[in-house]
């Protein structure tokens, strides 16, 4: 009980010391994080070696093949993924190149490459970006950004930013949105600047994050865009990799 107290995915082995009892430590298959101060999945392959430069073996280009004949079926018509929307393991293992691989024939560092360049996927998703705030989840893969309207995500709304431009004028359904915004973070490699008038006009602030990570704005605490804080009508966004 002590030891889920710290953590849910904490035990007490007693098989370690038996002073005052044993030793907390994570469940099997898992390890303390000391960065996020939790006990977390841990995965003992090592993917350093496989880069984006590193070529595809044969094995992994058919299995790209095979994952992109097997899209083409089932979403023929190229649907706009739902940006909101976390993948259900079938969309993922749909997708997943380890799960294509002829078992019978492929090598173990083919299975291992194909293990690595799965995980990356979502390597986006998993980034620890200090700049982002805690409570913050990080921009969608698919978006050009994100505005809130608590500068630390503890309440209020959230609106992901497509590319293109987006106004908030008086009777729209968009017009909460108007003159509210105390939070910007934009994906890698994506530009987003924000109009203190609708019609991308007025004073305005460019925010432009690095093409390798996301970057996030508290208005308030930036002298170049207080005057952007809850006073942003309309954002046009742009992105390089999108």
């Given amino acids: 009980a002590d030891c889920q107290r710290v ?9 370690l010391t038996v002073q005052t009892g044993g030793k907390c430590q994570c469940k099997r298959d898992m390890k303390w994080n000391e960065a996020s101060g939790e006990c977390q999945m841990f995965l003992d392959v090592d993917c350093s070696g496989i880069t984006y430069e590193t070529p595809p073996s044969k094995a992994i280009l058919d299995a790209v093949a095979k994952a992109q004949a097997a899209s083409n079926v089932s979403n023929p ?6 940006l909101l929307s976390t993948p259900s393991i079938k969309q993922t293992l749909d997708s997943s190149l380890l799960s294509r691989l002829d078992r019978q024939a492929a090598s173990a560092q083919e299975m291992k490459e194909a293990f690595c360049r799965d995980i990356d996927t979502f390597s986006m998703d998993f980034q620890v970006d200090p700049n982002r705030p805690p409570r913050c989840q990080p921009v969608p893969s698919q978006a050009c950004g994100v505005v809130y309207d608590s500068h630390d995500c503890s309440g209020g709304w959230r609106l992901i930013i497509t590319q293109g431009e987006i ?11 108007r003159n509210d915004i105390d939070l910007i973070g934009v994906a ?11 019609g991308y006009t007025g004073r305005r ?8 990570s996301e970057f996030w704005w508290v208005l ?17 966004c742009v992105c390089s990799k999108l």
């Fill in 188 to 198: 890698p490699g994506c530009t987003l600047t924000g109009y203190s008038n609708t």
């Fill in 205 to 212: 602030g460019t925010f432009k994050a690095p093409d390798t």
């Fill in 7 to 15: 953590d849910m995915n904490m035990i007490c082995n007693t098989n």
């Fill in 220 to 236: 308030e605490e930036y002298a170049e865009f207080q005057h952007l804080d809850s006073d942003i009508e309309s954002i046009q």
């Fill in 77 to 82: 018509d190229s649907e706009v993924p739902d």
């Fill in 167 to 177: 106004s908030f004028p008086y009777f729209s359904s968009y017009w909460k949105y």
